[in-house]
């Protein structure tokens, strides 16, 4: 079983509206079903949808494209983390709708100096009373902020996207620290970002061998982030870079990496 934890999909249709503020949309569609041709592939089970920033708050696509392949698909939204009625937004999204799951992502300058202030607590709150995946995509300043968050709330499951972009020995070591959360998660991903060379990227190998000594397989999963990094690296670079090319990854461990860990968060049973 593999599974994508990670990808996103849109399409230009009058019934999924680009917003007003989205002045200038995608004009190629990464539609659900051609993800699921690219799945099928490339040998990939099931994916989790992240909804697509050029939506802005509006989710429906990707819950709806979850909901049309239930046997493939869960789908985790965006939530306006300024609006104080966040939570509830969360909830309805979450009860009504069938999203499994919420992303945030606060900007490494002042303009994301929300995610230490006052609208977080009850956001992180009621994501972990629904039991619901926060997914945290952001700069390496801001892992130190997440901590106290994670202190009070230690039911929650949180995702860090992408590695979060650390670079350097002290960058790592921020991110390194929150192994000592159970419930803390990272996903390897951007492996062309940290390795300044051409595929396997094995610049970045050495960080991802850091990062599955201190946390485990059993809280790592890989992610291709389809179709933002297409523009970087094929489908299926994403996935051989770490099944084939990453030595060090035992082999009882990589089933955790590419699906086993994934389905601890989002658990397809019963949606077929």
């Not at 002045?23 to 690219?38: C, F, G, N, Q, S």
Request: proline share 7%.
């Amino acid at each position: 079983m593999i599974v994508d934890p990670h990808v996103h999909v849109w399409v230009n249709d009058p019934a999924y509206p680009w917003p007003a503020e989205n002045a200038d949309p995608p004009k190629r569609d990464h539609t659900v079903e051609m993800l699921l041709d690219i799945m099928a592939t490339h040998g990939v089970d099931r994916a989790v949808l992240v909804h697509a920033i050029h939506y802005r708050w509006d989710n429906r696509y990707a819950v709806d494209s979850a909901n049309k392949y239930p046997d493939r698909f869960m789908s985790v939204g965006r939530i306006d983390p300024e609006d104080p009625e966040a939570p509830d937004h969360l909830s309805r999204w979450t009860e009504e709708c069938g999203m499994h799951g919420v992303r945030i992502s606060p900007a490494g300058d002042a303009s994301g100096d929300w995610f230490s202030g006052p609208l977080m607590e009850p956001l992180f709150a009621r994501a972990e009373e629904l039991q619901v995946p926060m997914l945290l995509w952001t700069k390496a300043n801001r892992l130190a902020e997440l901590i106290p968050l994670l202190e009070r709330h230690p039911d929650l499951d949180v995702v860090i996207d992408h590695m979060g972009h650390v670079q350097g020995a002290e960058e790592t070591k921020l991110l390194l620290n929150l192994a000592r959360f159970p419930r803390l998660y990272v996903k390897i991903s951007h492996l062309y970002f940290f390795s300044g060379a051409e595929y396997p990227w094995a610049g970045a190998h050495a960080l991802v061998q850091k990062v599955y000594d201190t946390f485990g397989a059993q809280r790592l999963m890989w992610d291709s982030d389809w179709p933002v990094s297409l523009s970087a690296a094929e489908y299926g670079q994403t996935l051989s870079a770490v099944r084939d090319e990453m030595g060090f990854i035992s082999s009882e461990d990589m089933p955790w990496i590419l699906g086993k860990t994934a389905m601890k968060l989002w658990d397809f049973k019963g949606r077929g």
